[in-house]
């Protein structure tokens, strides 16, 4: 059982930064898709990013294009969220999640294609 836990969120100030890590367990992450997803108070969960299997061709919402990236470290079994000019719209809950994803280059931004789930961690940017 794939088992994930996400680590690094807090409150920063508008324009700030955080790296939020989803470390894995149970299995070798290397045979996931790894997503992380958001969900505000009131709001409906949204997909953020997403990573394949070899680390290519990541995927982001329109909406934190140039300030977030996503990255895995397969040495630690860890993916990392590194978010910069963070805006109070970012305030959520995020999640990671992973799939095992047969086709090595290919991740989903779609909340449904994703299996295990970690608990989620609180990111607020306020001043």
């Known amino acids: 059982q794939l088992q994930l836990v996400e680590s690094g969120g807090g409150l920063v100030q508008p324009g700030g930064s955080l790296r939020l890590s989803c470390e894995a367990s149970?299995?070798?992450?290397?045979?996931?898709?790894i997503g992380w997803f958001r969900q505000a108070p009131g709001k409906e969960r949204e997909a953020v990013s997403c990573?394949?299997?070899?680390?290519?061709?990541?995927k982001y919402r329109d909406s934190v294009k140039g300030r977030f990236t996503i990255s895995r470290n397969s040495a630690n079994n860890t993916v990392h969220l590194q978010m910069n000019s963070l805006k109070p719209e970012d305030t959520a809950i995020y999640y990671c999640?992973?799939?095992?994803?047969?086709?090595?280059?290919?991740?989903?931004?779609?909340?449904?294609?994703?299996?295990?789930w970690g608990q989620g961690i609180q990111v607020t940017v306020s001043t």
């Open positions: 999640a992973a799939e095992a994803e047969k086709f090595e280059t290919l991740c989903l931004m779609l909340e449904s294609e994703y299996t295990y």
């Open positions: 149970g299995f070798t992450s290397d045979y996931f898709a």
């Open positions: 990573i394949s299997r070899s680390g290519s061709r990541p």
